[in-house]
Structures are given as C-alpha cells and as structure tokens.
C-alpha cells in the first residue's frame, strides 16, 4: 500500500487510516467545495457577508489584515520548515485524484487554515449579533468541510487538515478578541 519512498517516514498511521477513509468519497463535488479555502475568494466574501449582514461593528479592516498576514508567514512558515510531502507524493492509489498531483508542503494545510480564519470571523461577527445556527455553521461546519474536501481530494493527510484548522480558528478568535458586542456598546450591564 505504501510505496518505499524515504518520504513515507512523516506519514502517521492516523493519517493513513483517515485518507483511506475519506480520500476520493465525493471528490467531484470536494474539488468544487475546496476554492472557498482559497484567498481570492475568501476575502471578497468576507467583505460581502460583513457588508450584507451589517457585521460591521467593533472589528477594523486594519485589525483583520493584520492577523492575515500572520497567518500567511505561520502557514507558509510552516510550509517551507516541515516541507512534509503530500498524500499524492507516498501513495499511487491516490495520483489520479484531484489533488493527488501536488507532492510537497503539506504540513498545515493553507486552504483550511484561510476557509478558518474568514469563515470563523464571519460566524462569530454573525453569532455576536444574532445567536443563531448560521453562525455556527458559518463559523464552525464551512471550514471543517473545506478541509474535508483537501482530503477528499488527495491534496493533504488529515493532521495537515487539523493543524491548518487549529492555526485558523484561533487567529479568527485571536482577531475578534474584544471587539465590541451589542451589549457592551450599549453601555448596558447585567
């Protein structure tokens, strides 16, 4: 099952349990689903869903660009340092997928980390102004299928899904911080 390449040494046994399990299950529609982890997208609807849902309040641009740049040097970071390769680089089975042609840099994977960061924002900007499902489907259920779909379609192992939703979750929460509630803008206390 796997090959003898050097490089099959950084592979966990968890990781190859958990790519079998879900690598190729509904890969058309995860390749579809995994562009929303994509920069280029996430951002402009970061700024339509803060727009359109009147998430305005208590959270500056400059502070949100801020934290993306961390996110960006921690991930890439992360990226060039470990340079673990990538489910399409240690098993054949999995080349003719979607992501199976990517060989290098798995380790944290950067589309989930980024669908983390945007979506979790939007959904606790969401959850501070209504209290609502959406927002933990937003905030939460997006980015943990983003990163279903990288594995899906073979373009990461699964602790390269969790450390990139680990790092982007808590940059998102480490971004909204104290910004300001309804509450708390109201002057009002219990």
Do not use: N
Not at 12 to 37: E, I, N
Not at 54 to 68: N, Q, T, V
Request: hydrophobic letters at 50%; charged letters at 15%.
């Amino acid at each position: 099952m796997l090959s003898s390449s050097p490089s099959s040494a950084a592979v966990f046994p968890v990781d190859l349990t958990g790519l079998h399990l879900l690598a190729g299950k509904g890969d058309q529609f995860a390749y579809w689903l995994t562009h929303l982890g994509e920069p280029w997208l996430c951002l402009p609807l970061l700024f339509l869903g803060r727009r359109l849902l009147k998430l305005e309040a208590g959270l500056s641009w400059l502070r949100i660009g801020i934290f993306a740049l961390v996110l960006l040097v921690v991930v890439q970071g992360l990226k060039f340092g470990i340079d673990r390769p990538r489910p399409g680089a240690v098993l054949e089975e999995v080349a003719m997928l979607p992501g199976g042609d990517l060989k290098a840099r798995a380790m944290p994977s950067g589309h989930s980390a980024t669908g983390a960061f945007i979506f979790a924002i939007l959904g606790g900007l969401l959850w501070r102004q209504r209290r609502s499902f959406l927002a933990v489907a937003l905030g939460i259920g997006l980015p943990v299928t983003i990163g279903w779909s990288r594995i899906a379609i073979a373009a990461h192992w699964p602790s390269d899904v969790f450390f990139g939703l680990l790092i982007g979750f808590v940059l998102a929460m480490m971004t909204l911080g104290r910004a300001s509630s309804p509450t708390e803008s109201t002057g009002m206390s219990e």
